[in-house]
């Protein structure tokens, strides 16, 4: 018997994993159908990718390029809509899936009112665990909606639990890559630019989530992430180097046995996987010709030369509102370095900074609800400008060698 085509909302549909999602479904005709893409400001990009897809709804979320979205879809029968809450009401609509590939904290909200609305997720977004993972994971539970993991790590980890219990599970292990700077002295790092920065060797990707891995927060927010997506204490979670970015994730196992999911380092694979789920679908890439590889190595990270690892994992072990404060910190300390603000290291030492500001000055209780999840990141995207603004961070540590 014939499966009807599945449904699927795009949040976020210009970005890296937007455009890679539309990819999968390209090559699948008859086997999704695209009902709302959504973008932040590329009205011109955006239309033309509702065109390609054939989507019902092409919302942009700023309301000043509505009329340039309206005008590039006259005659192709798709609605236009603009502003936040036309994402929202994007995210809300009736679908099999809902892909949240909003990039930072104006993912909350439509990936909420998915959640919300009784639809699964495939969540490409970390803002949304890191900022108020409690809330997301309690709505999920009420409307026994599943959230898919779209990262190639938890996508990974999610396959090899397979509805296993954590209490068989021994360790989560997340693979990284170690960045372009895997080698690097902090010395060396401290003269980084934005260009080296983004040089990644194995993944591409926006440039946010690039400095990410150069600095290794990426990985301190997958930890938070996974804390959340498996209902794993911070015991259970580790990271591991892997330059090769073949395997995505291990689980070891109280019995001892140790599972890991390989694949090539491209997101199509793990986006195929959510947008089949339940189901296996079709090969979204190549498969893996292991005698070619050569060899797979894994080695410790350094939390010497790369402290964001450590910040993260002190924030997950504080609780309360402390990821929140460093998800959007660690965003403006970003954005500030690819603006040539400040230096590469700085943008840790900017972070907690914040964070030891917030332990000052404000409640770090965990957000009840989207609304507090919210304020608190604002509050935090001020405090670190103000430093940056302001020039508080510490300078890279003299002396600081191999």
Not at 80 to 101: H, I
Not at 195 to 206: D, E, I, T, V
Not at 244 to 268: E, K, N, T, Y
């Amino acid at each position: 018997m014939a499966v009807a085509p599945r449904r699927v909302t795009i949040l976020g549909a210009t970005g890296s994993v937007g455009m890679s999602t539309l990819e999968v479904i390209a090559a699948q005709p008859d086997a999704y159908v695209v009902e709302a893409v959504t973008a932040n400001a590329n009205a011109a990009k955006l239309a033309r990718l509702a065109r390609a897809c054939g989507a019902r709804l092409a919302v942009i979320a700023g309301q000043e390029h509505y009329r340039d979205l309206k005008e590039a879809l006259a005659g192709s029968g798709i609605e236009a809509a603009a502003g936040s809450e036309a994402v929202a009401e994007a995210a809300e609509r009736p679908a099999d899936l809902v892909v949240a590939a909003i990039v930072g904290a104006a993912g909350l909200v439509p990936t909420h009112t998915a959640i919300a609305a009784g639809t699964p997720v495939a969540l490409a977004n970390k803002e949304c665990l890191v900022s108020a993972g409690e809330v997301f994971v309690a709505t999920a539970r009420a409307r026994g909606v599943a959230i898919l993991p779209v990262d190639s790590e938890h996508n990974a980890i999610f396959q090899i639990l397979d509805g296993r219990r954590t209490d068989e599970v021994e360790r989560i292990i997340i693979t990284a890559s170690g960045g372009p700077f895997r080698d690097w002295t902090r010395t060396a790092m401290a003269a980084a630019t934005p260009a080296q920065a983004l040089r990644h060797p194995n993944w591409s990707m926006g440039p946010k989530i690039t400095v990410d891995s150069a600095t290794m927060m990426n990985k301190g927010l997958e930890l938070i992430e996974a804390h959340y997506l498996f209902g794993a204490s911070n015991e259970q979670l580790e990271v591991v180097v892997h330059p090769q970015s073949i395997v995505h994730g291990m689980v070891a196992f109280r019995d001892g046995a140790l599972l890991a999911a390989m694949g090539p380092p491209d997101m199509r694979a793990p986006i195929a996987h959510c947008l089949a789920w339940p189901r296996r679908g079709q090969a979204a890439v190549g498969g893996l010709d292991l005698s070619a590889l050569g060899g797979l190595t894994f080695e410790q990270p350094d939390a010497e030369r790369f402290p964001a690892l450590a910040l993260a994992l002190s924030a997950l072990a504080a609780g309360g509102g402390a990821t929140n404060i460093l998800s959007a910190a660690n965003e403006v300390a970003v954005a500030a370095f690819l603006a040539g603000r400040i230096g590469f290291l700085q943008i840790a030492e900017i972070v907690e900074e914040t964070i030891a500001r917030a332990v000052a000055e404000v409640s770090m209780a965990s957000p009840a609800n989207i609304d507090d999840a919210l304020a608190l990141d604002r509050w935090g995207r001020r405090s670190a400008a103000d430093i940056v603004e302001n020039g508080r961070a510490r300078t890279a540590r003299k002396g600081d060698g191999a």
